[in-house]
């Protein structure tokens, strides 16, 4: 949408947030739960901590969780509250004054803030501020709520700026504030990104992904609604709206490839739900075959699916190489085409002579798809079916997942045959979006990069 975007075959995650109010050594807590969090973003991440003398200290770097918070450091930030981020940047670059959590200063004080999502209305709203004569540090969009909050604190209090804040902006965001010694936690509306809350020992956390909970070693208490802002200090938690708007969209790639296997998103387990993607693939489209592959990681559970209903066994035809570096960030296209048969290698004995039922969870550019089928075509496969696991991907995200732009899209600009020819496979089939949608028991969810419905205005985003 705004600023360079980097050239991919693989759908890109912006960020993760999470926060911690009243317990001990909190940054420590906190290092396990973004390092849960590190698939949401590896470029950058870093957290602010609010210490005994109530002064905010903040540590952040560009790389993974390890590298930038080494053992030593953590105890560096001493404090029994703090917020976090993991952060893939998609609509600035990755420079360090972009890596949040934000710090900033107001009149009511010094507050840190990070944020999930991306607002689609910030150039209207950052036009105008600057017009006032504010000052950006960064280039990030999520600089400007906490450019707003700042603008409404005075002594009431944050809720009624946090709120204000909220009212004005559009899109997506899930949003954590440290300000004043206590925790706030906010979802948009639309309710586009996950935010759960949790009870850790004698205090609070709240994360992006419940896997984080789990690895902070917090109980999970519910997820925080669309529209609602949560304040966590010495009271407990207390919760306010800041829209009543009727909405629910969480992100259908949350569910089918963003969110970890292990994470309940507003009551549904993600694994569960790829297996029920499995078995409505095979009721939609049953293709005969010897063996079902899963494309590893994200398409295993749903290979799985289609394993257990179609009767036909599941085998690990790919390896994964988890160790070598992600091929979006080789620029040439000659190194990414080398650098998915670095990451993918196909198990000859299992695949050789094979009738196979391929299962994905999505098709972007179509090259990675590509480079896959010859792969296993190279190691003997007789025939290649490729399958998956949601509908056709052919519109861009705007709210807060690196798509690309529509021309990068095979999606937007080819049919399934068409498709089909592209990636060399003998058949290929997509999940229905009804079909989807029973898989998330549930009504709605964006579908926006399938259907091109948008659930808010784009103010101009798309053109
Ligand atoms: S457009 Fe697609 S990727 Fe973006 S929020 Fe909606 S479902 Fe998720």
New binding site residues.
């Given amino acids: 949408m705004k600023g360079q975007r980097i050239s991919l075959d693989e759908l890109h995650e912006e960020c993760g947030v999470l926060g911690i109010y009243g317990v001990e050594d909190a940054s420590h807590r906190a290092f396990l739960g973004l390092e849960a969090l590190q698939h949401r973003g590896q470029q950058a991440c870093g957290l602010a901590v609010c210490g005994p003398d109530r002064r905010l200290r903040i540590r952040k770097g560009a790389g993974l969780v390890r590298d930038v918070f080494p053992e030593e450091s953590l105890s560096t930030l001493p404090g029994d509250t703090c917020i976090g981020h993991v952060r893939y940047p998609t609509t600035a670059v990755g420079g360090r004054e972009n890596i949040q959590p934000f710090s900033i200063t107001s009149k009511a004080g010094t507050f840190a803030y990070a944020h999930n999502g991306n607002i689609v209305n910030a150039d209207e709203i950052k036009a105008s501020l600057e017009e006032h004569g504010h000052l950006f540090q960064s280039t990030s969009d999520s600089e400007l709520f906490a450019h707003l909050i700042g603008m409404g604190a005075n002594a009431d209090g944050w809720v009624r700026s946090i709120i204000a804040a909220a009212n004005q902006l559009d899109g997506?965001f899930s949003t954590v504030v440290l300000a004043g010694g206590i925790l706030y936690a906010c979802r948009d509306k639309y309710g586009?990104r996950p935010l759960s809350v949790g009870r850790l020992e004698g205090g609070y956390a709240v994360a992006s992904e419940t896997c984080a909970l789990n690895a902070m070693g917090a109980e999970f208490l519910r997820d925080i609604e669309p529209g609602e802002l949560v304040v966590i200090g010495p009271d407990g938690i207390q919760s306010y709206r800041h829209s009543q708007h009727p909405g629910r969209y969480m992100?259908?790639?949350e569910f089918i490839y963003f969110a970890r296997p292990d994470s309940d998103i507003e009551g549904c387990n993600v694994h569960a739900f790829r297996k029920r993607t499995g078995r409505l693939l095979f009721e939609e489209h049953p293709v005969p075959a010897d063996i079902v592959v899963g494309v590893p990681d994200s398409s295993l559970s749903a290979a799985m699916g289609y394993s257990e209903a179609s009767g036909i066994p599941l085998e690990r035809g790919l390896l994964k190489n988890i160790y070598v570096a992600r091929t979006f960030i080789q620029p040439a296209q000659s190194l990414r085409d080398l650098g998915v048969r670095m990451k993918m290698s196909p198990i000859r004995s299992v695949v050789e002579s094979k009738s196979l039922i391929l299962i994905d969870d999505s098709i972007v550019r179509g090259t990675t798809s590509r480079q896959i089928v010859r792969l296993l075509r190279d190691a003997g496969a007789r025939e290649v079916h490729m399958l998956i696991a949601s509908p056709k991907y052919a519109?861009p995200?705007f709210?807060g997942?690196d798509?690309g732009t529509s021309d990068q899209l095979i999606g937007a600009s080819h049919t399934e045959q068409e498709i089909c020819e592209f990636i060399g496979a003998d058949s290929l089939h997509y999940l229905s979006e009804q079909a989807l949608l029973q898989a998330s028991c549930r009504t709605t969810l964006?579908?926006?990069?399938f259907s091109g419905h948008y659930p808010t205005a784009l103010y101009g985003a798309d053109e």
């Avoid at 964006?446 to 990069?449: L, R």
Wanted: with cysteine.
């Fill in positions: 997506a586009f992100c259908a790639m519109w995200c709210y997942i798509t964006c579908t926006a990069c």
